[in-house]
Structures are given as C-alpha cells and as structure tokens.
C-alpha cells in the first residue's frame, strides 16, 4: 500500500531536461517589494517559497538557480523583510519573508506577516506555494499557521523538506512520519513531498522539474 504524500519519485529525463533548461538561462532579482502595491505586473506564472526563519529558503533557491548569492543566506533568523523577486525563464521565483520567530521589532514582524497573508490570497498569478520544512524538526504550529492560510486562499502547497543531509535516514522516516500525518489536515496540500539539501544538491533537480512542469 503506497504512503499518503510519498516522496516525489525520480523525474525521466525528458522532465530533468525541462527543468535544467527553465534554470539554465539568465536569472535575476527583480526587487523587493514591502506593500501590495510595489508588486511587479502579474504578467507570468510564479511560485513562492515560504517557511519559517532560518529554514533555507535563500540557499534553495541559489541552489535551485545555480547562483550563490542570488538570494542573500543569513544565519540571522528574519533576515528576509520583504517578498523579494527574481525571475528564471519566463517564471517569477518569490522569496516571501521568513514567519515565526524573527530577531527583530514586533511591530515589524507583523506587517511582514500581513503582507505575507495579502501576497498569498491575492497574487492570481501563484500557481504554487513551496512550503519549505527543516527535515530537523518536521511541521511545528507556526508551521500550521502558514498551512492554514494556504488552505483559506486555495493556494495549492508543497511541502519541501530541506537540509535532509543533517538527518540520519532512520530519524527521517519518524519526520516523514510526522509531516504526512500533519498534511492529512489540509485540503490545500499538495499530495507528494519533495527531499532537499541545498548543501549537497540533492533532490534540487527533481524541484527544477517540478517547477517546469506547473502550467
């Protein structure tokens, strides 16, 4: 009997292909954008990557793009103040801010949360949100948080497990374990979860593939 939200199973080489070539030309950072009204034109499809501070959302995303500092990669949690974008192709890649814990003012932290909120349920040009999970630590509440609004806006999401290296593979299964019995709770979730270490590369193509193949 198959799992529910298996891991995403290894792409042909057509799909590897797709996803090479998306990534393979000219990416760049647009802006960052700190209110709804300094978006870019909703002129192409994109995919956002969300998950709490200091998940690995930057260093996914230089992975994802072959460019190491495309995206800034801090150890400071909250570093990201603002939905910064870049393109790849003709695709927008959204860095949205980091939730959870930030080190930085309340008063800060919670317009990047309103701003997060009014990204996710009004970009019509979202076709998928990349929820990135610590393979560390599985989904926490703050987590939840973040998955429950995806499920309010009809955002499908995808659960990206990252910095899978760190983890011995029995220690994952008992995560896996966890996420998927977590996900079962949510109507807007995306039924395979994808393994990832921006340090080591793995699983990054298997993504590129995934992102190329979204309509």
Request: charged share 25%.
């Amino acid at each position: 009997m198959q799992l529910p939200f298996p891991l995403v199973e290894d792409p042909d080489k057509d799909a590897l292909e797709r996803g090479r070539k998306l990534f393979a030309g000219e990416t760049d950072f647009v802006k960052g954008v700190v209110a709804m009204s300094g978006l870019p034109p909703a002129d192409r499809m994109e995919v956002c990557f969300a998950g709490r501070s200091n998940v690995g959302k930057s260093s996914l995303i230089n992975a994802l793009t072959g460019r190491k500092g495309l995206a800034r990669a801090s150890n400071t949690p909250g570093r990201t103040q603002e939905i910064n974008f870049f393109t790849a192709g003709d695709l927008y890649l959204v860095d949205l801010p980091g939730y959870g814990f930030a080190n930085a003012p309340v008063a800060v932290v919670e317009k990047w949360q309103r701003l997060l909120k009014q990204y996710l349920s009004g970009r019509q040009t979202l076709r998928r949100a990349f929820v990135l999970i610590d393979t560390r630590h599985g989904i926490k509440k703050v987590d939840e948080e973040i998955l429950s609004l995806l499920d309010s806006a009809a955002v499908t999401f995808q659960v990206v497990m990252t910095k899978a290296d760190k983890v011995k593979a029995a220690d994952q299964e008992k995560v896996l374990a966890q996420v998927r019995q977590a996900l079962s709770k949510h109507p807007a979730a995306f039924p395979e979860i994808i393994l990832t270490s921006s340090e080591k590369g793995d699983g990054i193509p298997t993504l590129r593939s995934v992102i190329a193949d979204l309509d």
